[in-house]
């Protein structure tokens, strides 16, 4: 059912992929301020997130060698992984992304971290940003 409010696009959350938690996790916690949300692991990745505001920075540290952001830190090094939006209408944007010829991962959406529906749409046809859309 959807919701009579409409929330609109806006960042849910950055993947950021690391080596390996410690490396970083005090700079954002300690040094930058932003308070740790436990977050589970997913994807084959352990998850630190971080409150910014209403967004989520989150630490993506490769647990599976054959992990997608094993793969990423391995061909590209650490650093911004994909950014994700929060969408009222998941479906709805999937349409209008393949209507407008964007390469969809996902051509249905599947079940997130905390048994949210997200898509991926591939950075080939992003100007070279993984997007992940996630419904509120
Ligand atoms: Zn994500």
Redesign the pocket.
Same mark, same amino acid.
């Given at each position: 059912m959807n919701s009579p409010v409409r929330r609109g696009t806006r960042i849910a &959350?950055l993947?950021v992929a690391v080596r390996a938690l410690p490396d970083v996790l005090p700079l954002y916690r300690d040094v930058l301020g932003l308070p740790e949300v436990p977050l589970d692991d997913a994807d084959g990745s352990r998850i630190a997130g971080l409150a910014a505001g209403d967004s989520l920075v /989150?630490l993506l540290e490769p647990a599976a060698a054959d992990s997608p952001i094993a793969k990423f830190v391995e061909k590209r090094g650490p650093g911004i992984h &994909?950014i994700?939006f929060y969408v009222d209408d998941l479906d709805g944007t999937l349409a209008k992304a393949k209507a407008a010829g964007v390469t969809l991962i996902d051509e249905v959406p599947r079940l997130g971290a905390e048994g949210k529906r997200i898509a991926f749409l591939h950075p080939k046809s992003t100007g070279g940003v993984l997007i /992940?859309l996630c419904e509120y």
């Amino acid at each position: 059912m959807n919701s009579p409010v409409r929330r609109g696009t806006r960042i849910a &959350h950055l993947g950021v992929a690391v080596r390996a938690l410690p490396d970083v996790l005090p700079l954002y916690r300690d040094v930058l301020g932003l308070p740790e949300v436990p977050l589970d692991d997913a994807d084959g990745s352990r998850i630190a997130g971080l409150a910014a505001g209403d967004s989520l920075v /989150e630490l993506l540290e490769p647990a599976a060698a054959d992990s997608p952001i094993a793969k990423f830190v391995e061909k590209r090094g650490p650093g911004i992984h &994909h950014i994700c939006f929060y969408v009222d209408d998941l479906d709805g944007t999937l349409a209008k992304a393949k209507a407008a010829g964007v390469t969809l991962i996902d051509e249905v959406p599947r079940l997130g971290a905390e048994g949210k529906r997200i898509a991926f749409l591939h950075p080939k046809s992003t100007g070279g940003v993984l997007i /992940e859309l996630c419904e509120y």
